[in-house]
């Protein structure tokens, strides 16, 4: 069975990967990434259900030198802070609705961009962000066909991807309701791979 449609585009840019039960990569159980860029150069996506426990945003804001005096409100704005994947953890990230722009925003799909800048979190803190975003440290990335060959293991299910599934605040539930968006109920999912 193919939840893909790999004929028309074999690309997953501005999708859902869904991790499937059996996915051998612990950090990476249960997880729904929206992929910001795929092509036969290899992939990038940010988790989009862990949230990183110990680290807040004012906390973030003090570790990289941005004054809270100079952001106002700074003290009380809770922003939580995603475990976006295992490669450069330090690094963050931000998926954000497209009405925000700067010279460095990437356009993933429509209505979804992708900032890295200091300065998308100075404006987040200040209340000139975009509408709506999702502060991640990391990203998952794959190298060439790297991707694709986890793919055709049946490590990963793809699905379209949805503002709600992106930024809504419910991270418990994202990959069941990932899983429920192509018809596929989660409990006849299992996690031993093979073949028919």
Same mark, same amino acid.
């Given at each position: 069975m193919m939840f893909n449609n790999e004929y028309s585009n074999p690309y997953f840019s501005g999708q #859902? #990967?869904?991790a499937m039960p059996g996915m051998q990569d612990e950090r990476f +159980?249960?997880?729904?990434?929206?992929?910001?860029?795929?092509? &036969? &150069?290899g992939a990038m996506g940010l988790v989009l259900n862990q949230v990183m426990d110990g680290l807040s945003f004012p906390d973030l804001l003090e570790q990289l030198g941005i004054d &809270? &005096?100079?952001?106002?409100? @700074?003290?009380?704005?809770?922003?939580?802070i995603h475990f976006g994947g295992p490669?450069?953890? @330090?690094?963050g990230f931000v998926l954000h609705s497209d009405e925000y722009q700067q010279d460095a925003t990437l356009e993933v799909d429509d209505g979804v961009a992708l900032t890295a800048t200091v300065d998308i979190l100075k404006a987040i803190a200040r209340g000139y962000g975009p509408r709506q975003s999702l502060l991640?440290?990391? +990203?998952a990335g794959w190298g060439p066909g790297q991707l694709d060959d986890e793919?055709?293991?049946?490590?990963?299910?793809?699905?379209?991807a949805d503002s709600d599934l992106i930024f809504g605040p419910d991270q418990e539930s994202k990959w069941e309701r990932s899983i429920a968006k192509i018809g596929i109920d989660p409990r006849m999912l299992s996690g031993d791979a093979g073949h028919a």
């Amino acid at each position: 069975m193919m939840f893909n449609n790999e004929y028309s585009n074999p690309y997953f840019s501005g999708q #859902l #990967l869904i991790a499937m039960p059996g996915m051998q990569d612990e950090r990476f +159980y249960k997880t729904v990434i929206y992929m910001c860029a795929h092509t &036969e &150069e290899g992939a990038m996506g940010l988790v989009l259900n862990q949230v990183m426990d110990g680290l807040s945003f004012p906390d973030l804001l003090e570790q990289l030198g941005i004054d &809270e &005096e100079s952001v106002p409100g @700074g003290d009380g704005i809770s922003v939580p802070i995603h475990f976006g994947g295992p490669v450069e953890a @330090g690094r963050g990230f931000v998926l954000h609705s497209d009405e925000y722009q700067q010279d460095a925003t990437l356009e993933v799909d429509d209505g979804v961009a992708l900032t890295a800048t200091v300065d998308i979190l100075k404006a987040i803190a200040r209340g000139y962000g975009p509408r709506q975003s999702l502060l991640a440290l990391g +990203y998952a990335g794959w190298g060439p066909g790297q991707l694709d060959d986890e793919i055709r293991a049946n490590g990963w299910l793809q699905a379209p991807a949805d503002s709600d599934l992106i930024f809504g605040p419910d991270q418990e539930s994202k990959w069941e309701r990932s899983i429920a968006k192509i018809g596929i109920d989660p409990r006849m999912l299992s996690g031993d791979a093979g073949h028919a």
